[in-house]
């Protein structure tokens, strides 16, 4: 739970950044916690032995956004180094 909800704090704080690096400083705890929270779901899959639909749909999910998280982390970085 606390990673989950970790993405979207760290998320909205950016918003709030004062410069580039700052912001990508709080997009890249987001992907960690991202990654931590797949795997605690994959951790929660193979525990109980079955792969139950709910988990499934919240893992599709998570890995979604760490591939979005991604990209904006490394498209903030190439726009950075155009503009130097």
């Known amino acids: 739970m606390r990673s989950g ?3 979207g704090a760290n998320i909205r704080e950016c918003k709030n950044g004062f410069s580039k690096a700052d912001f990508v400083y709080k997009f890249s705890i987001s992907q960690k916690e991202c990654a931590e929270s797949i795997y605690w779901l994959e951790l929660i899959n193979r525990i109980y032995n079955q792969y139950s639909k709910e988990i499934a749909v919240l893992l599709d999910e998570a890995f979604q956004l760490l591939k ?4 904006i982390i490394i498209r903030t970085r190439e726009n950075s180094e155009r503009l130097k």
């Open 68 to 71: 979005i998280i991604k990209t």
């Open 5 to 7: 909800t970790s993405i």
